[in-house]
């Protein structure tokens, strides 16, 4: 099955630098590959993801680039804030229909940000 | 946008006990729901996944007897824990896949629910 590395696992930044979390994939079938922000106690949620048709992509300050040959993915946050302190989980998935890995999400192990104001 | 409830946000009871835990997506229907467990400071791990009108389909290392999963309608799961036991104090996390989408791994998450078993 899919195994998702991610790093670092805890990344403190100050307020208006720049932050980077990569992630790892084994299974080269994957072709969608999510980021998650979660705040404590609460569910995760979608910031941006990207699909292997694309190298990157870009939401105002954050952006994701994929390497498919490499099999790796980057979360890059510009200008942070200190609201954006949270663990951030980057995931992997195969958008095939049918099959024991139909849709599924395979986690990394997650990203503690803190930004310092 | 779409959107994915659970209910209750935290819940507390006794060694032995079963706990009922719902997922209900508000405003769209999700033939697919995706039941995750997360432990403190860890990631989250998928339990199962659960498929309206037919049997739930669990991870390996999953025990389908203490986690009984039923999705009987398009937009509620529910995930039972039954005879809990301390070990099984976690944040459960439920998700939702919204039917007619483009893509099948786009999945809608809810906001978790606390359970802490004395």
């Known amino acids: 099955g899919e195994n998702v590395e991610q790093h670092p696992s805890t990344l403190s930044v100050q307020e208006g630098d720049s932050a980077v979390i990569k992630c790892t994939y084994s299974?080269?079938?994957?072709?969608?590959f999510p980021w998650y922000k979660q705040e404590l106690g609460k569910g995760p949620q979608l910031i941006i993801d990207?699909?292997?048709?694309?190298g990157e992509k870009k939401d105002q300050r954050i952006a994701v680039t994929l390497n498919k040959t490499a099999k790796h993915f980057s979360l890059h946050i510009t200008e942070t804030q200190p609201e954006d302190s949270a663990v951030y989980f980057c995931?992997?998935?195969?958008?095939?229909?049918?099959?024991?890995?139909?849709?599924?999400?395979?986690f990394g192990q997650g990203t503690i940000l803190t930004v310092h104001p | 946008g779409a959107v994915v409830s659970q209910h209750p946000s935290w819940v507390i009871c006794k060694s032995g006990t079963s706990v009922k835990i719902e997922c209900r997506s508000l405003?769209?229907?999700?033939?697919?729901m995706f039941w995750y467990r997360q432990f403190p400071k860890q990631s989250l791990m998928l339990m199962a996944t659960?498929?309206?009108?037919?049997?739930?389909?669990?991870e390996q290392g999953v025990e389908k007897d203490k986690f009984l999963i039923n999705h009987a309608s398009l937009t509620l799961s529910t995930l039972t824990v039954t005879s809990a036991h301390p070990e099984d104090s976690s944040f459960y996390i439920c998700?939702?896949?919204?039917?007619?989408?483009?893509?099948?791994?786009?999945?809608?998450f809810g906001p978790g629910t606390r359970l802490t078993v004395l």
């Open positions: 998700s939702a896949r919204e039917d007619g989408t483009r893509y099948y791994n786009e999945q809608v």
């Open positions: 299974d080269s079938a994957s072709n969608y």
């Open positions: 990207i699909r292997s048709n694309v």
């Open positions: 995931a992997a998935s195969t958008d095939g229909a049918g099959g024991t890995s139909y849709g599924k999400l395979t």
């Open positions: 405003d769209f229907q999700a033939t697919t």
């Open positions: 659960s498929n309206e009108g037919s049997k739930a389909t669990y």
